[in-house]
């Protein structure tokens, strides 16, 4: 049985993985703060799907849980999933800086060095592999958030050429709007956003696991946000950061 370890696995996209995976026979390390949450679906993977299913509480803001995770990690996992994360309101001189620092912890220390830890046995074996997601913000600058996920795309696309013809592919994900806890956990106003623009996380994640398979380096699930990506792209870096910066509320 292949094993997969989820960052960020008690809820939206993270959950949605975890799911999908557990359906399709993986064994499962849950990776999440919330202890209670992690048990309940590991309890409900075990029950619907017969699969082995590890739970790590870490918190991966701290050295603590980061270490935690790396550790796992090295062990030996099939599939790294590095989805764990959160968003942010507010300009960045207006924002706390422990919350920016932390942020940059877990969206890109974590994905770094957990990436590190297991994709040496991918390569070694020929197979399996790290999704990262990153964002359609990747391709917009507009602070800290943006900034990260930009790192991931660049880190994952960079990744997924070291260890081309070994087996083993890197893939970045760039979801648009998806509807989760990730909103109102940073106390977003979403209201302006219409329903037509909001994706399904368990549709994105098909698609995900479609686009991985194909060997596909950077994955913006539907056409829309993959013109958004490709515009922010070719725009002119200072054109580009004009309106990002006058867009609505911050991130997606
Ligand atoms: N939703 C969107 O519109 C959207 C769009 C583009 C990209 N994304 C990206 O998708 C990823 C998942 O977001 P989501 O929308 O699924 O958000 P969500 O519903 O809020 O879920 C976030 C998950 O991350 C975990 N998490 C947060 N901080 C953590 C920490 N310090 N240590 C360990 N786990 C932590 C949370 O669990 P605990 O609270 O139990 O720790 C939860 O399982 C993020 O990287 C986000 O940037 C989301």
């Not at 995770?69 to 309101?89: I, K, S, T, Y």
């Amino acid at each position: 049985m292949p094993t997969a370890m989820v960052t960020g696995a008690t809820a939206g996209i993270g959950a949605a993985f975890a799911r999908r995976l557990a359906a399709d026979g993986f064994g499962l390390v849950l990776v999440a703060r919330d202890t209670e949450r992690l048990q309940r679906a590991a309890e409900e993977y075990r029950a619907a799907h017969g699969v082995v299913v590890e739970i790590l509480s870490a918190d991966l803001a701290t050295e603590g849980g980061l270490a935690a995770a790396e550790q796992r990690a090295g062990q030996g996992v099939d599939l790294l999933v590095n989805n764990a994360g959160f968003g942010q309101r507010g300009a960045f001189l207006g924002t706390d800086l422990s919350e920016e620092l932390g942020m940059l912890r877990v969206h890109c220390e974590a994905v770094l060095r957990l990436t590190r830890a297991a994709l040496p046995g991918m390569v070694e074996h020929g197979r399996g592999g790290v999704v990262n997601v990153a964002s359609v913000a990747a391709f917009f600058p507009r602070g800290t958030y943006s900034a990260s996920k930009a790192w991931v795309v660049t880190f994952s696309e960079s990744l997924r050429q070291e260890v081309s013809g070994s087996g083993a592919h890197v893939m970045a994900l760039c979801p648009g709007w998806v509807r989760t806890e990730f909103h109102e956990r940073s106390r977003m106003d979403t209201s302006g956003i219409p329903d037509s623009l909001w994706l399904d996380a368990d549709e994105l994640v098909a698609a995900a696991i479609r686009d991985f398979r194909r060997g596909v380096p950077v994955s913006i699930p539907d056409a829309r946000y993959k013109a958004l990506a490709g515009l922010g792209r070719l725009l002119p870096r200072r054109l580009n950061a004009r309106l990002s910066a006058g867009a609505g509320s911050r991130h997606s």
